[in-house]
């Protein structure tokens, strides 16, 4: 063959590459796949934001080249030199999502202002909480909202730069406390149970589960800890809580033996990027708290239950609820949740009597609610009677 019509053929792939690929290329896709699932899920749960918040020309509003309304409040906040300060200063003592709450409670003042919240008076406050009440934004969020603008202009007198706190002598709405939801020991169970697999992720699921229930961790404290905070042998997981504080909790025996089976057999299988966390999504990188939510509603549906009641803060409820329960004093509760105030622990030893008054009224025979039989009033004998 000619020269140029050589060059004119098109190359064959070498058949090494050409069978290679294949394989390689379907386990991309249910990378991606997956990749893509958490994050839908992850938006919608409200754990992810729907976009980034850099300002960047990719993320405009509906193609329009106008960016969103989000990221217009987040600038007016972002140029104020009193709302970074206060924000930076709070870093060093808050959580990151925190501190992100803060600042879009203060974005969202500016923007009803028009001008930086730093500027505001008293009045203008109370109309704002009346706008926020007309929204039909609830009592929590309302009082929220106005926790962190009192604490910003605490922050402002503090350094001079206020000589009042117009939000000191606001009346904020009354936060009802609601009783936490909870599994019942069947149903955690039975959740417990779902993830029956023997692939390197479902061991990973049945750890995770197994964890959350069985320790009663925050999504956040889970998905942070490290693969050496775990100790197997001692039964004892140390982890990170609110505000940096570490706290030791420990673990049951069926939760330290699938922490066993799946760093074992399942975590070495995802562990390509030699991350040090102990729980990995399938592309070897740190599992996200989108994550988390995804697998315990797919374990949710396997099992029988409501996938959309089901969440990792709900097994951390049943965790607490369960123990007590179980005659565990309530202080002992308090230091394996991690919770600064006792009163926190003490809402599930509300729940705790709701569920044994309801077991009480269907076990005990003279608890049981009958219906009251009248009896039917005898015929009168009139024989008897003339005798």
């Not at 796949?33 to 992810?48: D, I, M, Q, S, Y």
């Not at 009597?353 to 003279?366: E, G, I």
Request: with cysteine; glycine share 10%; net charge positive.
């Amino acid at each position: 063959m000619p020269e140029a019509e050589q060059r004119a053929q098109p190359r064959e792939p070498h058949a090494r590459t050409k069978a290679a690929r294949p394989g390689r290329d379907i386990g991309l896709v249910h990378e991606a796949r997956e990749a893509k699932v958490e994050f839908v899920v992850g938006v919608a749960v409200g754990v992810l934001p729907a976009r980034p918040v850099d300002g960047t020309a990719a993320h405009t509003g509906h193609g329009t080249g106008r960016p969103f309304p989000f990221e217009r409040e987040q600038r007016l906040v972002d140029a104020d030199p009193q709302v970074g300060g206060f924000l930076a200063l709070l870093a060093a003592r808050r959580a990151p999502r925190t501190v992100e709450a803060y600042r879009r409670d203060l974005a969202a003042l500016a923007t009803w202002l028009g001008r930086p919240p730093g500027t505001v008076t008293t009045e203008e406050l109370e109309r704002y909480l009346a706008h926020l009440r007309g929204e039909g934004l609830s009592g929590s969020t309302i009082a929220r909202r106005a926790a962190a603008i009192r604490s910003f202009f605490r922050h402002l007198t503090l350094l001079g730069q206020r000589t009042d706190n117009p939000a000191a002598e606001l009346d904020l709405p009354r936060r009802t406390r609601r009783l936490p939801r909870t599994l019942s020991p069947g149903e955690a169970e039975r959740l417990v149970e779902a993830a029956n697999g023997t692939g390197p992720r479902d061991l990973r699921d049945r750890a995770l589960v197994e964890l959350l229930y069985g320790a009663g961790l925050r999504v956040s404290e889970a998905v942070g800890l490290e693969k050496g905070g775990v100790d197997l042998d001692g039964r004892l997981v140390r982890c990170i809580g609110k505000g940096n504080k570490e706290r030791i909790v420990p673990v049951g025996r069926q939760a330290v033996e699938s922490l066993r089976r799946y760093l074992a057999r399942g975590r070495p299988y995802l562990d390509r990027r030699h991350r040090p966390e102990l729980f990995l999504n399938a592309q070897g990188g740190p599992l996200t708290r989108a994550g988390a939510f995804l697998i315990l509603r797919k374990l949710a549906a396997k099992a029988g239950l409501e996938p959309e009641r089901v969440h990792p803060h709900l097994l951390r409820h049943s965790f607490a609820t369960h123990l007590l329960e179980g005659g565990a004093d309530l202080r002992s509760v308090q230091e394996m949740l991690g919770h600064a105030d006792l009163s926190s622990t003490e809402l599930y030893t509300h729940v705790s009597d709701r569920r044994r008054r309801d077991l009480y009224f269907q076990a005990h025979p003279h608890a049981r609610r009958t219906r009251v039989s009248h009896p039917k009033p005898r015929a009168r004998n009139t024989a008897s009677d003339e005798s």
